[in-house]
């Protein structure tokens, strides 16, 4: 494009008006752009695939928005602008190259805007926006009433772009990643910096550079250069324009004595040797103090005195997704951040690392496969200041992926740089189990990329609200833990997460737990030491309360009589009843669960039954409110208690009789004894199925000829056919195929239908 044909196009976009067509205008760089267009008083239409906050924002103010790209919807239209990100074959730029309409990129629009005022671009491959919406903010503080173009969500300035008629100055942020600088010509560059990156559209650095030289030599005004940027200073400094800055002692403006604060940084400025002043940036970090000593060099070239510019800055918020604050409690605080370069990655950790909080825990989702395979070395380096690291795959943007490149490849050079806490997860929607389940009081929890990856973080920030007030109810003794692994209390050792795990220690606290459930609309789901329990893969949803230590693991004896709560295990009460000369409990030695498992499950070993013992019980209805009822006023059946259905066991008491100790002893080896040869000792959750009126079920497993069968890593054991076990690693999937299985061959070749004694719990993976 020509220089005179440039300016006939500024002339066109920001003198006449037209009706203009933006493909792909959802996009954060293509909404500015239309609100750009509308408020030149533009008759502005636009197509995406996806509608935004920003789209609806902009059909308030006149934007005609269309969900889908059709060559119809832009027939009426003067020009088509359209996204680097728009394919060649899009239907819109299809119908305009056959109707001969003119087309431009997002780029030569904006270019050719800036035209039209003093333009002053901010341009290199880290922190641009960040700058540009600094600048902006100072400039407008500063009296001169800027236009401006930031590509990103800017709450201080109101909206990403703003066309200002009183003021002549423009400032826009540069993409460099597409060879689009080449269309500027602004009155002033700021460089930031400049270092290999978007290889997808450059060979190497040298291509790169050309195109940073090209805006140079284009730029009528003041080149503000970074001083510490090796290839930034290699292409400027030779330029008889050039102002630059840094924290070099050779900078024409240099900042010097920064001290970073949790979310300020405060730093003294020089001019040429001589102090301008002290300067508070709201925000931290030292590559934001770098990039305000560039606003500052800036602003005060064009008449701003240090005061305003320093008042201004100490008023300055972040943009969108850069070190935004999600979350913030005593214990826990959540930052987001579209870091996604090596370059930018060690930068925002540094900061992260700088708030002072216990550890750094980051989830980081790599940009694009061609960034990733060519900077893998890189990223493996640049997570030094995080304590953990949760790596997902890749966000492909608009590429195709590359065989053998994934998150999988930046975890691997993570840990071959010699970090200790990296793991890959390849479901994202998973990554914020995986990192909440990491959390201690005290952590920083970081989600880096330019994808999607924030969201990962906003529903962590979500579940963390709930998490805190739980553990306000649970108290200090308590303990909550967010996405808690089932496998880890469940004897059968397989289930997804616990959406919250509390542990209450006492009635009060479980009271409380069932009244804040129920007002908000959360599941409450109760656990005791997981046996006879099968959790889906997906986990539990809601609030999982194992109520254990405390009151509830608390034994007390009278008479013959075993007063236990719920988190107590039968086992301890078979042998307090040894210790107390009580006979009658010792069946209780061979059952692996606690109290509140016996009695929801009227659990029975050796003949016996939990309620042939019970005197009463204790429980908390669905209110929260405390009931004792005696055992003759209770519905008790096989393997069954409907009462805990819906209501909270307690406490119960039991009810043994006067024996020896030898009597009591020999039973309870009898009972060991029986365990031992007649079930395995490999991971399971007891009985699977509910014996049927003819056979004993592991009887029936057996003549079916299903010992050792398996799915995965279940399996039947050989020892006992109504114990499905788990040989290490198996799914709780892997368990429900093989239960569908034997139900198959006893109704196919029995006619029996089985029933599951073990209870089924939890939503799929």
């Known amino acids: 494009m020509t220089a005179a044909l440039d300016v006939d196009l500024a002339n066109v976009l920001t003198r006449a008006r037209h009706k203009i067509h933006l493909v792909g205008v959802a996009g954060s760089g293509m909404s500015g752009l239309a609100a750009l267009l509308l408020e030149l008083g533009h008759e502005v239409s636009g197509s995406d695939k996806v509608s935004t906050q920003e789209t609806d924002r902009l059909q308030r103010l006149g934007l005609h928005f269309h969900g889908q790209h059709r060559s119809e919807d832009a027939r009426g239209a003067d020009l088509i602008i359209f996204s680097s990100a728009v394919k060649i074959d899009n239907p819109v730029l299809a119908g305009a190259r056959d109707a001969g309409k003119p087309m431009l990129r997002r780029a030569e629009a904006l270019a050719a ?54 003021g002549e100055y423009f400032v826009a942020e540069g993409d460099e990643s597409d060879g689009t600088l080449r269309y500027f010509h602004p009155e002033h560059a700021l460089i930031l910096n400049i270092e290999e990156e978007h290889l997808d559209f450059y060979a190497d650095l040298a291509a790169i550079e050309e195109v940073f030289a090209q805006l140079i030599e284009q730029s009528s005004g003041a080149v503000f250069y970074n001083a510490d940027d090796e290839n930034t200073t290699r292409l400027c400094r030779s330029c008889p324009r050039a102002v630059s800055y840094g924290f070099s002692n050779n900078a024409d403006y240099r900042g010097a004595d920064i001290e970073l604060r949790d979310f300020t940084s405060v730093f003294c400025v020089y001019h040429h040797g001589q102090q301008l002043g002290e300067a508070v940036l709201n925000v931290s970090g030292r590559h934001n103090v770098h990039n305000a000593i560039g606003v500052i060099a800036v602003a005060t070239e064009l008449g701003i005195s ?10 300055f918020s972040h943009a969108r997704r850069r070190f935004e604050v999600k ?49 893998r070395r890189e990223f493996g380096r640049a997570f030094d200041d995080a304590d953990r690291v949760v790596v997902t795959d890749v966000y492909a943007a608009s590429e195709a992926a590359i065989p053998g490149i994934s998150g999988q490849t930046i975890a691997d050079e993570i840990v071959a740089h010699g970090h200790g806490g990296v793991s890959y997860q390849p479901h994202l929607e998973w990554v914020h189990r995986d990192v909440g389940n990491m959390l201690d009081p005290g952590d920083l ?91 889906r893969d997906g986990g539990i949803r809601g609030v999982v309360v194992h109520p254990c ?87 008790v059946r096989y393997r069954n208690f409907p009462l805990l259905e819906k209501n909270f066991a307690v406490s119960a008491t039991f009810r043994g009789h006067a024996a020896s100790r030898d009597e009591i002893e020999r039973r309870l080896e009898e009972s060991q004894e029986k365990r031992r040869t007649s079930q395995p000792i490999a991971k399971s959750a007891g009985c699977i199925f ?72 939890g939503e799929t993976a």
Not at 330 to 359: C, M, N, Q, W
């Open 549 to 635: 230590g405390g009151d509830f693991d608390k034994i007390d004896i009278n008479g013959t009589e075993i007063t236990a709560g719920v988190g107590a295990k039968l086992k301890e009460i078979a042998y307090a009843g040894k210790s107390a000369g009580i006979g009658g409990l010792e069946w209780m030695e061979g059952i692996p669960g606690a109290v509140g498992g016996g009695l929801r499950m009227n659990a029975g070993a050796m003949g016996a039954q939990t309620f042939e013992n019970v005197v009463r019980v204790r429980y908390l209805d669905t209110e929260g409110n405390s009931h004792t009822k005696n055992r003759d006023e209770l519905d």
């Open 306 to 315: 240090f005061e305003k510019i320093a008042a201004s800055l100490g008023k």
């Open 327 to 375: 979350y913030s409690s005593e214990r826990f605080l959540l930052v987001d951040d579209y870091a996604h370069h090596p370059t930018e990655i060690r930068a925002t950790l540094k900061t992260a690392k700088s708030t002072g909080r216990k550890r750094v825990l980051t989830m980081f989702q790599p940009h694009r496969y061609s960034r990733t395979k060519a900077l």
């Open 690 to 761: 509910k014996n049927t009126g003819s056979t004993p079920a592991g009887k029936l497993v057996d003549e079916l000829g299903l010992k050792n069968a398996c799915v995965g890593k279940a399996r039947v054991s050989e020892v006992h056919g109504n114990f499905i076990v788990n040989d290490g690693g198996a799914t709780a999937a892997d368990m429900l195929q093989l239960i569908d299985q034997i139900k198959s061959a006893a109704r196919a070749k029995r006619g029996i239908e089985l029933e599951t004694e073990v209870q089924v719990v």
């Open 113 to 166: 805007i800036m035209r039209g005022k003093r333009g002053i671009l901010i341009v290199g491959m880290h922190g641009k926006t960040t700058t540009s919406a600094m600048a902006a903010h100072v400039l407008r503080e500063g009296g001169l009433h800027p236009s401006h173009y930031v590509g990103a969500e800017i709450p201080i300035l109101g909206t990403n772009a703003h066309w200002d008629p009183r």
């Open 445 to 535: 929890v970081l989600s880096l990329g330019a994808g999607n990856i924030h969201e990962q973080l906003s529903i962590l920030a979500a579940d963390l609200v709930i998490a805190e007030k739980l553990k306000e109810i649970v108290g200090e003794d308590g303990d909550v833990r967010l996405y808690e692994p089932l496998s880890k209390h469940t004897t059968l050792r397989v289930g997804g997460p616990a959406q919250f795990w509390v542990e209450p220690r006492n009635e009060n606290a479980f009271a409380e737990l069932i009244r804040f459930s129920r007002q908000e609309n959360l599941a409450l789901f109760v656990i005791g030491r997981g046996s006879n329990l099968l959790v």
